[in-house]
């Protein structure tokens, strides 16, 4: 007899072998998107921070009007005036495309006439 197919168990067992590797590699590419979406935050973190101390620097050499005041050595202001003062064009989160302007706070605090920037991110 010339038989010229497959028995029902051998596609049994290979669609399980194609559903198995779909499903790991849907798994690590999703994984991977994740990963992408936090590394881009940061990145926009670190955006918003070098923005503050050019903004700060323009501030305090009067050559803009700022809406801040320095006290005892500290200020603070929302991400937003960074935005407004457009020194970022968006703070739209690459995570979930939320607006982050007034959850973002910079910190800026001057020692010596040197300025330091950190943020409080109340976001997530």
Do not use: Q, R
């Amino acid at each position: 007899m010339n038989n010229k197919g497959f028995t029902l168990i051998e596609v049994i067992i290979t669609f399980g072998i194609i559903t198995i590797l779909t499903v790991t590699i849907t798994y690590y590419i999703g994984n991977s998107f994740s990963i992408s979406k936090e590394t881009a935050y940061d990145l926009m973190k670190d955006n918003i921070i070098s923005a503050s101390y050019s903004y700060i620097s323009e501030c305090d050499n009067e050559f803009l009007e700022c809406g801040y005041e320095w006290h005892n050595n500290e200020t603070k202001f929302t991400a937003s005036v960074l935005k407004k003062s457009g020194y970022i064009d968006s703070l739209d989160s690459p995570i979930d495309n939320i607006d982050l302007s007034e959850c973002i706070i910079v910190h800026a605090t001057k020692t010596n006439g040197v300025v330091d920037v950190t943020l409080e991110d109340n976001c997530y």
